[in-house]
């Protein structure tokens, strides 16, 4: 089922707790070499496109080759080894030391942004903060501006990081306009798991005029048990509802307990999607896909899970898809008056509900445009304790679509505005739920 844990590699990345960090300087130009020759392999057997890597490709590699071997520092190595990895226009490509030092700002903040000028000039806006996140605690809200991280000052492009194990001083300009610091403490690393904190997965909310609100923060775990069960949840203590604004925003994706999202959408099984590698994206995919196995039940108890491996085994050993399909969950009062809230953050995982939504009629998607970034992926390593994370399957809907840089359009576009939102006004939010008022008006409930 790994094939459908569609998180950012690099946020998945192994790390080692040694304190003993490789300083840059013990790199030798051979080991650097090494690396390299090993990535540009690895590339060549396991990504998912290999049409990408032609002459023009490895000319690249060439003309990257010389400050790649030259780095002074391992950050100055890792970054020369990013920007040969960006010329192929891929997310979802990542390079690391499993030594790992610092964390990205989406994982360590549960927390999302994004550039906008201010009269600080152009700065980092917060966009999605999700609640019980690291930000979140820190009193962090959407609207806020950020300024400094450590007391370095922060300006788009660069992003911000974290150092693992100590407490960041983060200033912002909240919507009083005063200067503030906050404290982010990213915990160490426990053997090869990242101690962050998890946002509240699941809210839940119900509206006037019969309406409910459920927000997914993430899809944690590659088959998403627990997350499954609190959604279940939410929808049981909403009660009978009759229309049904799904929160999306700032979801970053993961694995497969999106498929209870898309299972609330409809009565009936429908195929969702699937990820073929390089080995079946040349085959004629529309015939084949026919035969593929179908996962279309999350299980209620972990202890389930040894029933999947098993059913799912030969699969797993020949590496053919899997083709995701919704679970047949029954009628629901709200089918038909749903409305999707998305932005430029919903991403993967909970991108494949946006399209599905679409594809079939299901529900109204209202926001932004989403990331357009949804490919399955791995991580290999490639010498000196570093890593390479790669994708290595695009993923397909049911009819043929890939959205790996095509970005989902909203039905019904309404864009963030960081001033309104810092004043308290969610603008998308009410939009949505407007939406679903007037469908049931229009159903006459």
Do not use: C
């Amino acid at each position: 089922m790994g094939t459908f844990d569609l998180r950012e590699a690099h946020e998945r990345k192994p790390v080692n707790t040694s304190s003993s960090i490789p300083s840059s300087s013990a790199l030798s130009v051979n080991t650097k070499r090494e690396v390299l020759n090993r990535v540009v392999l690895s590339l060549q057997k396991k990504f998912y496109k290999p049409e990408l890597l032609t002459e023009e490709w490895l000319q690249s590699v060439e003309s990257h080759r010389p400050g790649i071997e030259s780095a002074a520092t391992q950050d100055e190595f890792e970054q020369s080894m990013m920007k040969l990895l960006h010329t192929l226009n891929s997310s979802h490509l990542g390079f690391f030391h499993e030594t790992g030092r610092l964390a990205s700002s989406r994982a360590a903040l549960s927390a999302t942004y994004l550039a906008e000028e201010t009269e600080e000039g152009r700065r980092w806006i917060f966009q999605d903060v999700h609640k019980g996140g690291t930000a979140a605690k820190a009193s962090i809200e959407p609207g806020d501006i950020l300024l400094r991280v450590n007391d370095r000052e922060i300006v788009p492009p660069e992003h911000p990081t974290f150092p693992f194990g100590q407490i960041s001083a983060v200033e912002v300009i909240p919507a009083d306009g005063r200067k503030r610091t906050a404290h982010i403490d990213v915990a160490p690393p426990k053997g090869k798991k990242l101690q962050f904190i998890q946002p509240q997965l699941v809210e839940y909310q119900p509206y006037p005029n019969d309406i409910g609100y459920l927000k997914v923060a993430m899809f944690p775990g590659m088959v998403g048990v627990d997350v499954a069960t609190e959604i279940s949840r939410a929808i049981e203590e909403l009660g009978n509802v009759k229309g049904l604004v799904i929160d999306l925003r700032g979801n970053t994706g993961g694995g497969v307990g999106a498929l209870r999202v898309m299972s609330l959408l409809t009565p009936a099984k429908i195929p969702v999607g699937f990820a073929p590698n390089r080995k079946w994206a040349s085959k004629n995919l529309d015939t084949v896909k026919l035969s593929f196995p179908r996962f279309n039940r999350i299980p209620s108890k972990k202890i389930e899970l040894w029933t999947l491996a098993v059913r799912f085994m030969p699969s797993l050993v020949s590496k053919s898809p899997v083709v995701l399909e919704t679970e047949g969950l029954g009628p629901k009062p709200f089918h038909g008056k749903i409305a999707l809230l998305v932005d430029r953050h919903t991403a993967s995982a909970a991108e494949m509900i946006a399209i599905f939504a679409k594809e079939n009629g299901l529900a109204t998607v209202v926001g932004e445009k989403t990331a357009g970034r949804l490919l399955s992926a791995t991580s290999t390593k490639v010498g000196g304790g570093f890593r390479l994370a790669l994708p290595t399957g695009s993923y397909r809907t049911w009819n043929g679509m890939t959205l790996e840089g095509n970005p989902i359009e909203p039905d019904l576009r309404i864009d963030f505005d960081w001033r309104e939102r810092r004043s308290g006004i969610d603008t998308q939010l009410q939009s949505a739920v407007e939406f679903v008022s007037r469908a049931l008006g229009s159903a006459g409930t």
